[in-house]
């Protein structure tokens, strides 16, 4: 996870260089109720405190942005809420279930999922057919067998891939639907990915630096269609990500972390101002 000048600009500043605040669609206040919770978070590797008592909670509907510079924790968090890692002291509660209580392979069934920084596709499985596999988890048990045509599984499948062609058409997919994921653009592969996540019907959506990799007009794009595909199938996201402009332009709410600690939690703009924020960058550059 870098972070470059325009990000240091951006923190600093409290504004994307070329765009006002207006026009990045900062979103103020917070509404709805609470249903992702942390508090009091613990997790050490030997001597390294990774996180260090990490609290703040995401709201229904919410698109919580998660910066900080590297080696602040963000990924040791996403760890953590999707069970990856044991922490030693805290609370993880969504929508009221403990998640700490919960096994890594349970954690889907509740309505989380997450993206990759990498992309987590199968290189030789279709577009389609890897936008199905994101179903498997929740749907059916026998969804993978069915990928091999195990006739058992046929109807299951039918019902999936109705799903699947839904979410090809809305993320404009269809084109490339029987396309290995192998080839594709990498632009195409985080909407991939994207429709991968999506197919369960998540109610929290972990997404790790989706920006990484693209254009700065592709940035743009993802950042309209993630605020689109909330609107549409409703969910609160977690938004891991160096890439100021997208952070500060499509959450309704920012947690800063350094070192393990959470140092700013609020309105992107509040975040933006706040001078432990602007210190926590400037400070690894120093
Ligand atoms: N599996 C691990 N073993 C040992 N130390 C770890 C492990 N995972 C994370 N750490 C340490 O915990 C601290 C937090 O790392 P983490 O990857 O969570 O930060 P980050 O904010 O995601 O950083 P980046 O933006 O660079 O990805 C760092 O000091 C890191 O070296």
């Known amino acids: 996870m870098g972070y470059n000048l325009v990000t240091l600009l951006t923190i600093v500043t409290g ?8 026009s990045q669609g900062i979103r103020a206040g917070r509404e ?39 080696g602040a924790g963000k990924t040791s ?22 998640l700490l209580s919960l096994q890594r392979h349970q954690i889907v069934r509740h309505g989380i999922v997450r ?20 179903a498997h988890s929740t749907s059916t048990p026998h969804l993978v067998p ?6 058992t599984t046929r109807a299951a499948r039918r019902r999936v891939e109705a799903d699947a062609w839904e979410l090809l058409e809305r993320l404009e997919l ?5 396309h290995p994921a192998a080839g594709l653009p990498f632009g195409t592969l985080k909407r991939v990915e994207l429709a991968r996540a999506l197919i369960s019907r998540p109610s929290l959506l ?36 160096h890439h100021m402009g997208l952070v500060m332009g499509i959450s309704d709410h920012v947690v800063a972390m350094d070192f393990g600690r959470t140092i700013a939690d609020g309105s992107p703009a509040e975040v933006q101002r706040d001078p ?11």
């Open 15 to 22: 504004v994307t260089p070329g765009k006002s605040a207006r």
């Open 115 to 134: 993206t990759f920084q990498n992309l987590a596709l199968f290189p030789t499985l279709s577009v389609l057919d890897n936008t199905v596999v994101g």
């Open 146 to 151: 069915s990928l091999l045509g195990w006739p």
């Open 276 to 286: 432990a924020v602007a210190e926590a960058y400037l400070g690894r550059t120093a």
């Open 206 to 241: 972990l997404l790790d630096e989706p920006a990484g990799g693209l254009t700065h007009s592709e940035v743009n794009e993802l950042g309209q269609l993630i605020l689109g595909l909330r609107d549409d199938y409703g969910f609160s996201a977690l938004l891991v990500e």
């Open 174 to 178: 269809t084109d490339v639907a029987f």
């Open 77 to 98: 968090l996403f760890n953590c809420i999707t069970r990856i890692y044991r922490p030693e002291e805290g609370m993880v509660r969504f929508d009221g279930t403990d």
């Open 32 to 70: 709805g109720r609470t249903v992702l919770e942390i508090s009091d978070l613990v997790m050490r590797f030997g001597g390294v405190t990774a996180l260090d008592r990490v609290g703040f909670t995401v709201a229904d509907n919410e698109i919580c942005g998660l910066i900080g510079p590297n």
